[in-house]
């Protein structure tokens, strides 16, 4: 599990099933008077507790499980995210109709407001439901709940940058010192010829600074020779490095010091 898969919608869930947890234990009725006895919560009720309570709360589990596991299973056929979602929105639906029908089976001929358990459920089912919805279609719910940790300042372009966790591996220099692009000598001190010119790429932008960047989302990186499959894909919750600006995409470099393009850049987070 990468917990720093989570997203912000993720974090909304999560308050929220707290929250209904929290107003399955108070008054679901609001009377005064001896009359009302014994004042009853959601677990004196088991439709109400099902139908609301424990529903979101089992809503939530369902998402962030989704977005934690590397492959979630699907549950009758539907992923578990959007089983999840649609629960979350059962459960918001539930709690109006409970709010308008406080008493539900309870016995007597009082007619009692609804109490402090189930408006504060019905509270914590509709920001369930936003959140659980929300982190499917709004931006700013879908931005990663944990930054990436701030790494150290960048090496110098052409330096070793540091390794561990969320750094790109160092680079290794080939046999011999030997760098790329560099002709090889010949048997006897002479260079070697150079061989046909490679397709032409476009140019670094020169003031170019290399920086630690992470993705919101997993994206793809493409080969530098404009290969249409990927080479890689750049998961959220690490550092990269950006070693030259291609165009509108980056020149990134991974953990074991391959190199591709990253074509979209809306939205990473610099270090």
């Known amino acids: 599990m990468n917990i720093r898969s989570l997203t912000r919608g993720d ?3 999560i308050g929220a099933a707290v929250l209904l947890f929290i107003a399955s234990f108070l008054d679901t009725i609001d ?3 001896a009359l009302c006895g014994d004042v ?3 677990w004196d009720n088991g439709s109400l507790l099902l139908g609301v309570y424990l529903a979101g709360i089992i809503s939530a589990v369902l998402i962030v499980l989704s977005h934690l596991l590397p492959r979630p299973p699907k549950l009758l056929g539907i992923e578990l995210g959007h089983f999840g979602i649609a629960l979350a929105i059962f459960t918001a639906w539930s709690g109006l109709g409970a ?3 406080p008493a539900g089976s309870f016995n007597g001929e009082l007619d009692p407001d609804a109490g402090t358990g189930l408006i504060l459920g019905f509270v914590a089912a509709l920001v369930l439901a936003a959140g659980a919805v929300g982190g499917q279609l709004v931006p700013a719910l879908k931005a990663p709940l944990l930054g990436a940790p701030r790494p150290a300042a960048p090496a110098p372009y052409g330096g070793q940058p540091q390794s561990g966790y ?5 680079q290794q220099q080939p046999y011999g010192g030997q760098q790329p692009g560099q002709s090889q000598p010949s048997y006897g001190g002479q260079p070697a010829q150079p061989g046909p010119a490679a397709a032409p790429q476009p140019a670094p932008a020169a003031d170019f600074a290399p ?3 992470a993705v919101p989302v997993a994206r793809p990186l493409y080969g530098e020779d404009g290969s249409p499959t990927p080479i890689a894909e750049l ?3 690490t550092w990269y490095l950006a070693v030259e600006q291609r165009g509108s995409g980056l020149i990134a470099q991974t953990q074991d010091g391959r190199r ?5 850049t809306s939205g990473i987070q610099r270090g």
């Open 235 to 237: 998961a959220p919750g």
């Open 260 to 264: 591709g393009v990253l074509q979209d």
């Open 99 to 101: 709010i308008f029908d």
């Open 40 to 42: 009853p919560n959601a």
């Open 166 to 170: 969320g750094y790109p591996g160092a």
């Open 211 to 213: 920086f630690w960047f």
């Open 11 to 13: 974090g909304v869930v």
């Open 31 to 33: 009377c005064s008077g």
